[in-house]
């Protein structure tokens, strides 16, 4: 998955969140602390981490929860959008013909760009095709010629002639049946003098609708740094920042753009041409905060699970009974597959809590549990504690069990009970809430 560090630290922020007793300011300055660290760790400027904590501190402590939302809906819905807002705008590269001029640092992906962003065209129901205009860097000419040509995608290029400029000019008057060309450019190792010069030159040639400048994503913050510099010298329209599968620090370099008022238009995602996404703020934010993980439970529970099936208060009192366990149990296991629905719940890590044996209950073993549970008295069901190895035997022989089943029975309760631990202290409908999302 793309920036999975830092989705999984922003969803652990979020599933404590959902976890705690109550929405105080320490809950929220905990979760903020959490929500700071994740994305610190992605190279996000601290003044912007700092600036945006406050801004969720004090919405989250200050603004009135609206009507049919519950407080921590409220700080969730806060959350999304503060990192909507640090991610920014996304630039629209439009689906109709025009020109395209790539530029960026040499390594910076900008080849492989140009042949994923033809692909994209393609599948787009366009006619893409590619000048190559980079004959500063040796294999360039070879490496696009092979990509477009494992893509059907027309291809212009004249290997050995470094006359950028005049091979642009053929390039586009012998295209021009193509309704989307796109010329890749040469870069350097840094944004000198005469890259500048021969961008310039190129541009004023290609005349090109939109500019795009790619960038590495794993330079981080210095994204900015570039983004203004390549804006300065010739103007772009947006920018693709590529390799965001492949580092840690991608949520850097996505604040550090926008800070710099330059749109993103896409992020590459891989090496294959396949491996582009136009960028959509919201659904990227969404996505990495695991929100279709829980609108996949919400479904999934909806069609088979009725809101009496689970009493969470029940689940949430401070007793966790032997009889409460085995109606989540069956109620659990109505849904699916256990370890899928533990892993999909939002609440306060319990799905991480749980060893993998816990997800092994398979109906076979809840009918031996039900067994057994008949062989104890009600006093026992409200309180397993009760039963020492006297009862442990007396009850194998009357279910005609071994007394390490009921052992393991006990052992089990415990298990869940000390996981429902996390979950005590607050009540809220976990349901309502997961629909509202
Ligand atoms: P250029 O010098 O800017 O044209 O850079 P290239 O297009 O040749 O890319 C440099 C390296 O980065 C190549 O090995 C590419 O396969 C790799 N690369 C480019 N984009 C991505 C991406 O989105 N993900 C990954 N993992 N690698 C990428």
Same mark, same amino acid.
């Given at each position: 998955?793309v920036?999975?560090?830092?989705?999984?630290?922003?969803?652990?922020?979020?599933?404590?969140?959902?976890?705690?007793?109550? !929405?105080?300011?320490?809950?929220?300055t905990?979760?903020?602390?959490? %929500?700071?660290?994740?994305?610190?760790?992605?190279?996000?400027?601290?003044?912007?981490?700092?600036?945006?904590?406050?801004h969720?501190?004090?919405?989250?402590?200050k603004e009135?929860v609206?009507?049919?939302?519950?407080? #921590?809906?409220?700080?969730?819905?806060?959350?999304?959008?503060?990192?909507?807002? !640090?991610?920014?705008?996304?630039?629209? %590269?439009?689906l109709?013909?025009?020109?395209i &001029?790539?530029?960026?640092l040499q390594?910076s992906?900008?080849?492989? =760009?140009?042949?994923?962003l033809?692909?994209?065209f393609?599948?787009?129901?366009?006619?893409?095709a590619?000048?190559?205009?980079?004959?500063? $860097?040796?294999?360039?000419?070879?490496q696009l010629?092979?990509?477009?040509?494992?893509?059907?995608?027309?291809f212009? *290029?004249?290997?050995?002639?470094p006359?950028a400029?005049?091979i642009?000019?053929?390039?586009?008057a012998?295209?021009?049946?193509?309704?989307?060309?796109?010329?890749?450019?040469?870069? #350097?190792?840094?944004?000198?003098?005469?890259?500048?010069?021969e961008?310039?030159?190129?541009?004023?040639?290609?005349?090109?609708?939109? =500019?795009?400048?790619? @960038?590495?994503?794993?330079i981080?913050?210095?994204?900015?740094?570039?983004?203004?510099?390549?804006?300065?010298?010739?103007?772009?329209?947006?920018?693709?920042?590529?390799?965001?599968?492949?580092?840690?620090?991608?949520?850097g370099?996505?604040?550090?753009?926008?800070?710099?008022?330059?749109?993103?238009? +896409? /992020?590459?995602?891989?090496?294959?041409?396949?491996?582009?996404?136009? +960028?959509?703020?919201d $659904? +990227?934010?969404? #996505?990495?905060?695991?929100?279709?993980?829980?609108?996949?439970?919400?479904?999934?529970?909806?069609e088979?699970?009725?809101?009496?099936?689970i009493?969470?208060?029940?689940?949430?009192?401070?007793?966790f009974?032997?009889?409460?366990?085995?109606?989540?149990?069956?109620?659990?296991?109505k849904?699916g597959?256990?370890?899928?629905?533990?892993?999909?719940?939002?609440?306060?890590? &319990?799905?991480?809590?749980?060893?993998?044996?816990?997800?092994?209950?398979?109906?076979?073993?809840?009918?031996g549990?039900?067994? @057994?549970?008949?062989?104890? =008295?009600?006093?026992?069901? @409200?309180?397993? $504690?009760?039963? *020492?190895?006297? $009862?442990?035997?007396? /009850?194998?022989?009357?279910?005609g069990?071994?007394?390490?089943?009921?052992?393991?029975?006990?052992?089990?309760?415990?298990?869940?009970?000390?996981?429902?631990?996390?979950?005590?202290?607050?009540? +809220?409908n976990?349901?309502?809430?997961?629909?509202k999302?």
């Amino acid at each position: 998955m793309v920036m999975d560090k830092l989705g999984s630290s922003l969803q652990d922020a979020l599933k404590k969140l959902v976890g705690a007793g109550r !929405i105080d300011e320490r809950t929220v300055t905990e979760v903020v602390k959490d %929500i700071q660290r994740a994305l610190l760790q992605a190279d996000v400027n601290v003044k912007l981490v700092m600036q945006m904590s406050s801004h969720i501190k004090e919405r989250a402590l200050k603004e009135e929860v609206p009507p049919g939302m519950n407080p #921590r809906e409220h700080v969730i819905k806060i959350v999304y959008h503060e990192l909507i807002s !640090i991610v920014g705008r996304s630039a629209d %590269i439009p689906l109709k013909p025009q020109t395209i &001029m790539m530029i960026g640092l040499q390594g910076s992906g900008k080849t492989t =760009t140009t042949s994923k962003l033809s692909r994209y065209f393609q599948r787009k129901g366009m006619k893409p095709a590619v000048v190559c205009a980079d004959t500063f $860097r040796p294999g360039a000419y070879q490496q696009l010629k092979t990509l477009c040509d494992k893509l059907n995608v027309p291809f212009y *290029g004249e290997e050995d002639n470094p006359d950028a400029v005049g091979i642009v000019e053929r390039g586009l008057a012998e295209l021009e049946k193509n309704d989307v060309l796109i010329v890749d450019t040469a870069g #350097r190792h840094s944004l000198e003098a005469d890259l500048i010069d021969e961008m310039e030159q190129i541009h004023k040639v290609a005349q090109p609708d939109y =500019t795009l400048l790619v @960038l590495d994503g794993a330079i981080g913050q210095q994204a900015s740094e570039q983004a203004r510099a390549f804006n300065d010298s010739v103007g772009i329209s947006g920018v693709v920042i590529s390799k965001l599968d492949g580092t840690a620090k991608g949520g850097g370099a996505l604040s550090a753009v926008s800070e710099t008022n330059s749109a993103i238009a +896409f /992020i590459g995602v891989g090496e294959t041409p396949d491996d582009l996404e136009k +960028f959509e703020p919201d $659904r +990227f934010i969404s #996505r990495l905060l695991g929100m279709g993980d829980i609108k996949s439970l919400i479904e999934k529970a909806e069609e088979t699970l009725s809101e009496e099936d689970i009493d969470m208060e029940a689940m949430m009192r401070g007793r966790f009974t032997l009889k409460d366990m085995y109606s989540q149990l069956e109620a659990m296991n109505k849904m699916g597959p256990m370890k899928q629905i533990m892993q999909m719940l939002p609440l306060g890590g &319990m799905g991480a809590k749980l060893s993998d044996d816990a997800y092994k209950v398979t109906e076979d073993k809840m009918k031996g549990y039900r067994v @057994l549970m008949d062989s104890m =008295t009600d006093e026992e069901l @409200l309180n397993p $504690r009760l039963i *020492g190895s006297a $009862r442990i035997r007396r /009850i194998s022989l009357g279910s005609g069990s071994s007394p390490d089943a009921v052992r393991d029975l006990l052992k089990y309760h415990k298990m869940m009970q000390n996981a429902m631990k996390g979950l005590r202290g607050g009540k +809220f409908n976990m349901q309502k809430m997961m629909k509202k999302m």
